[in-house]
């Protein structure tokens, strides 16, 4: 049969995404990109945020329609919203034949036969688009059923959906803190690391398939090895990864600020492949937010982290995301994210509102933040982030870096898009490479480009020693 799959959310979603449609060839399933041809389609969803989930719901009753008046004969729905829900989305939507939470990647093939149980039911709530919220008073009751083990290997098959010269690598599954405001424990189960062979070994086959750029993610990547009582593996692993062939560069991302120890800085400083990039999601810097959200760190361990960091790591780029308007937030709290942030001046800053999730222990505040409160306050830390970020920038005009290409700019044709070693895919700035001839570069390319100009977040370059 013919499948199409969409997926939705993070980077972890999307390897669960690879796996699905790996199993499905191995199985003698055609693939395609069209949702109108699909014989069978899979739509693979978040439930992290009302926005995502949103988009998860909108997604499954968009594809719907293909099942009521197309090609499409089964739509399977997977992920962090079936893992939510379970029975209660095919209630709701009864054009779904199937339904397989986090837990349940493996089961893919049967559910695209048609051989897939019908889950257990969970509890919901979705908007539609065109309806109010739909309450459900007992969502505390989701966490009765076991909690997902599942996590892929070297030896399962993945088709990527990544440009050639880059993939992620999923070395954990999981997670064991409690932060107030997240569902991702309940969704994904408790923390598991990957054996290091196993990762190795998948590096390896990546390399040999011409990928140069290895992005290691899990909800915690500087707790790997720990659940399995291994001091030290994520710096041992770095320096493994970092003796294979064909890869150039190798970039972590979701650290938690508890878990960085000093083997790990030390293999970050020490290899060359390694990325001096690292991805840290801080989400508060008030001492009074930071406890309500169950973080385990303050202002001021917070500030001895950082500088660590820059003293062990010279030269590296920070990446953070923080929460506005969480319950209880007060302006002096804002007041005191943004004196933080401009004391640190990161690379890089997300922010998102807050949003109150059943299931979360944060569930039983009151939403006391209004949402047009909590919109001012992000919009003003961002007008904050984007003047310190822009005096960055400018500071570059003039010097030089590597840079690998990813392709073609959606911008303009004769524009090359690229990003420096600081800079992730997808979403982080770009550097766009003018002044060159787009045909004498390919995907994955690294040239040594001259800094010309800023755009916004963006750097401008041309090709240049």
Known sequence: MKIGLISLGCPKNLVDSEVMLGLAQRAGHALTQDPSNADVIVVNTCAFIDSTKQESIDAILEMAEHKKHGACRRLVVTGCMAERYRDELKK???????????????????????????????????VRSDQSPIPNPQSASAAAKPRPTYIYDADTPRLFATPRHYAYVKIAEGCDYKCAFCIIPTLRGAYRSRPAESIVREARALAARGVKELLLISQDTTFYGIDRRERGALARLLRDLNAIDGLEWIRLLYLYPTTIDDETLAAMAECEKVCKYIDLPLQHASNDVLRRMKRPGTRQTYDRLLARI???????????????????????????????????????VGVFTYSHEEGTSAYDFDDDVPKRTKEARRARVMTQQKELVGARLRARVGTRARVIVDGPSAEHELVLKARLSTQAPDIDASVFLTDCDPSAYRAGDFVDVEIVETAGYDLVARPGA
């Open 92 to 126: 709701e939507i009864p054009e779904i034949d199937a339904v397989l939470g986090t837990g349940e990647v493996p089961q893919i093939v049967g559910a695209i036969a048609g051989a897939a149980g019908r889950p257990e039911a969970r509890p919901l709530h979705f």
């Open 310 to 348: 820059r003293e062990r790591v010279p030269g590296v780029a920070l990446r953070t995301t923080f929460i506005v308007g969480f319950p209880g937030e007060t302006d002096a709290d804002v007041e005191a994210l943004g004196a933080f942030i401009a004391d640190h001046t990161f690379d890089h």
